[in-house]
């Protein structure tokens, strides 16, 4: 196994915690806190190419300040609506965000 | 001339203005007391204008029609007119179109007078006339049918007038599905003919048609004497069923429902011999056919057979009246059948005055009794004189007694018919008049003579003016109708100069001794005070209870014809509420059933659609990437080769 396989298979398991997190979480933060572990596990994707593969090149670096980012706006947005669906329904269970059903 | 012919447009329209305008008024129910004002004012003017033209050709112009048409429309080959064409025969028949219905409107004043649907009577009168009128002047074969057509509703109109009465609704429905079976054979007709010549135009058609006689063109699939025959029996079955001819005579009975001045105008005078005129208007057609004239001087026959017999045994002085009229439409038919052409528009002319007569005379002892039932008559001739003396005129032109119209016209009919050697024919066209002439006296000496049969009877009075008036004109056209055409040949020179009939002696003889022999009958056996029961009850009782029954021809319609279209109907029926109704109801269902399985996905769950959206990119990764078919997929190595697929060549 070289370098860039154990970064890989860390950054898979991260992205697979996190999305057991989203799918299963009743929380909406935890669910949010899940997104944040994608997106890193994306982040450590990026990371773990440009050190192996493309050292030269600066694009990998700037795709994960992007990502940090986003993440960043993600996190207030996300937590701006957890607020407001709190204010509304008195919990943050997103079982019972279903609304919008058909 | 030239100024003249703007005018004729308006023999038709007049009535229709005053329809529309009486109609806008019975609708608003506003001043329906001057509905009848204005339908008559239109009437006289269309009639008057229709007599000058008449007037013009009795005056011996070379003219031998008057004609106005315009361009209606236009749809694919064929050009569609609409017109005012005045022949001889047309005027001849817009004249009697407009006496009858002006003094049958006149009549109505008293008759209808009180009831609650004044305005809307008026109206529908003026339509029929509009109708009527519109019907006889048409010169192409479009506008004959559709004018055609709107007698048809007229009548369904006028005998349902009082539809709050179940048997009048049914007798208006019986009346318009009846003649329906004729009026298919008869747009079947039109069409064959205008699609075979490519013309509506009477003219046109009946070029067309003469060159198809002589083989000059050679219609498609049959041969010309078979297209002619099935062309002009196609236009026949019209007449049948609008003439009440045998079997389809049936509605016209019924049709009694109606308002007597009605039945006088529509069942008696005009309507009904629109099948008559439609087939002398069209002759040269009919007259390539011998095969055809001959179903028609049969059917006429056998229908002014079956019809007198059936009038004989009635007791309802209408229904009299009605079969009496489908017998003498048979005779009309015998004369156009046997070649006597002039004859039958004679016929039809002389009926349309005295059968008139006859209805209007019955209304007014309707209206006098309050029933119509001749059992319960019996002495009105010194109650109503003026009704009892102008119907005994009816009934004495009806019988043809010497000198009145009928007689001069029935015996030209018969005549006719034996001197074109119709020999079979006439023996039935005479014992048909001999019993004419019985049930005709009967009905007069069962309602006037003797003494009153109930209190009705005792109480009755004459009718006002407005209602005896139109009476004594038409008594004057019953008594003097055979001017008409003798000793001097008007009609006969007008319609057919070549058709030079002598009065057939024979004919005149035999059938003048069997009516007067069927009047004597019926003196010895009615006119008596007392009659404690109908004498012709006494008759066989097997012939009495056919005609009793109407010779079968109902029964045959509604347990045979009607039971089979409605068995017909209910497999339809079947087919449609299960098959069709099956497709589109399992079409929705599908829908219904789609949309109730789909909107579970829709449950608003977040966690939910992510899950589904993890599973597709998975699913659409797993098939893209077995398209592909890596070469080098091992288990050791699944990142490089994820590597290289997804960054391309780069990473070689």
Redesign the interface.
């Known amino acids: 196994m070289n370098g860039?396989?154990g970064y890989?298979?860390i950054s898979a398991l991260l992205f697979a915690v996190g999305?057991y997190g989203?799918?299963?979480r009743r929380n909406a933060i935890a669910?949010l806190m899940g997104v944040e572990l994608m997106i890193n596990a994306a982040n450590i994707n990026f990371l773990a190419?440009w050190r192996c593969?493309y050292f030269n090149s600066s694009e990998p670096q700037i795709f994960v300040l992007i990502g940090i980012t986003i993440a960043a706006a993600e996190a207030a947005i996300g937590l701006a609506l957890i607020l407001n669906v709190y204010r509304d329904f008195g919990n943050i269970e997103?079982?019972h965000?279903?609304?919008?059903?058909? | 001339m030239t100024g003249f012919i703007h005018w004729l447009a308006w023999i038709p329209l007049l009535p229709l203005c005053a329809a529309i305008i009486t109609g806008v008024m019975a609708l608003a129910r506003k001043s329906e007391r001057a509905a009848p004002f204005i339908t008559i004012a239109a009437t006289l003017i269309s009639l008057f204008i229709s007599a000058a033209v008449l007037a013009r050709f009795l005056g011996g112009t070379t003219q031998n029609h008057l004609e106005v048409s315009f361009h209606w429309l236009q749809a694919g080959r064929f050009s569609i007119n609409l017109g005012v064409d005045l022949t001889h025969l047309a005027a001849l028949m817009a004249v009697l179109v407009g006496l009858v219905s002006s003094l049958v409107q006149i009549y109505s004043i008293g008759y209808m007078h009180g009831d609650g649907g004044y305005g809307r009577y008026f109206a529908y009168l003026a339509l029929f006339t509009a109708s009527m009128l519109g019907l006889v002047v048409a010169n192409n074969l479009f506008q004959l049918y559709v004018c055609w057509e709107l007698v048809g509703i007229c009548s369904y109109l006028l005998i349902g007038f009082w539809f709050h009465k179940k048997s009048a609704a049914d007798a208006a429905k019986k009346a318009f599905v009846v003649t329906r079976f004729g009026d298919v054979g008869f747009m079947l007709g039109v069409l064959i003919l205008s699609s075979f010549t490519g013309s509506f135009s009477y003219n046109q058609v009946e070029q067309t048609l003469s060159k198809v006689a002589i083989g000059a063109i050679q219609p498609p699939f049959f041969s010309p004497a078979t297209f002619l025959a099935v062309a002009a029996l196609l236009l026949f079955a019209g007449a049948v069923g609008k003439s009440a001819q045998f079997p389809l005579h049936i509605w016209l009975p019924d049709a009694m429902e109606g308002p007597t001045p009605v039945s006088a105008l529509i069942h008696a005078a005009t309507m009904v011999a629109a099948g008559v005129y439609m087939v002398a208007r069209l002759y040269p057609i009919f007259l390539l056919s011998s095969f055809a004239l001959g179903v028609i001087a049969w059917i006429g026959a056998i229908t002014a057979f079956i019809a007198a017999t059936i009038a004989i045994v009635q007791t309802d002085i209408k229904k009299v009246l009605a079969y009496s009229t489908v017998s003498q439409l048979g005779y009309m038919m015998i004369g156009l059948g046997v070649g006597g052409y002039v004859a039958g528009v004679f016929h039809l002319a002389t009926h349309a005055m005295f059968k008139a007569l006859l209805f209007l005379a019955a209304g007014s002892v309707i209206h006098a009794m309050g029933t119509n039932d001749l059992r319960e008559m019996g002495g009105l001739h010194r109650k109503m004189p003026i009704t009892s003396l102008t119907c005994l005129a009816g009934i004495l032109a009806l019988a043809g007694f010497p000198g009145f119209a009928g007689f001069w016209s029935k015996d030209e009919v018969l005549g006719v018919a034996l001197s074109n050697g119709q020999t079979l024919i006439f023996v039935i066209g005479v014992l048909s008049a001999g019993i004419t002439a019985f049930y005709s006296l009967r009905l007069w000496l069962m309602a006037f003579s003797g003494r009153p049969r109930s209190a009705s009877a005792e109480h009755a009075h004459e009718a006002p003016a407005v209602m005896t008036i139109p009476l004594i004109i038409l008594a004057i056209g019953a008594l003097f109708g055979g001017l008409m055409n003798f000793p001097h040949p008007f009609i006969g020179s007008l319609l057919n100069p070549a058709e030079h009939e002598q009065i057939n002696l024979v004919a005149m003889g035999l059938s003048t001794a069997v009516g007067l022999t069927g009047l004597a009958w019926a003196w010895l056996l009615y006119a008596k005070p007392e009659m404690a029961q109908d004498p012709v009850e006494r008759m066989p009782v097997s012939l009495y209870r056919t005609f009793a029954n109407l010779w079968g021809v109902d029964a045959f319609f509604t347990n045979g014809v009607a039971r089979w279209a409605l068995n017909i109907g209910r497999m339809v029926a079947w087919f449609d509420r299960h098959v069709v109704d099956g497709a589109v109801n399992g079409a929705a269902w599908m829908c219904g059933a789609s949309g109730r399985t789909l909107r579970r996905f829709t449950n608003g769950q977040a966690q939910f659609y992510a899950a589904v959206m993890i599973v597709a990119i998975l699913l659409a990764v797993w098939l893209v990437l077995g398209a592909m078919q890596p070469p080098n997929l091992t288990a050791a190595a699944p990142t490089r080769w994820a590597v290289t697929t997804t960054l391309g060549g780069r990473a070689r």
Do not use: A, K, M
């Open positions: 860039l396989d890989l298979t999305l989203v799918l299963t669910l190419f593969l997103v079982s965000i279903n609304e919008l059903n058909g």
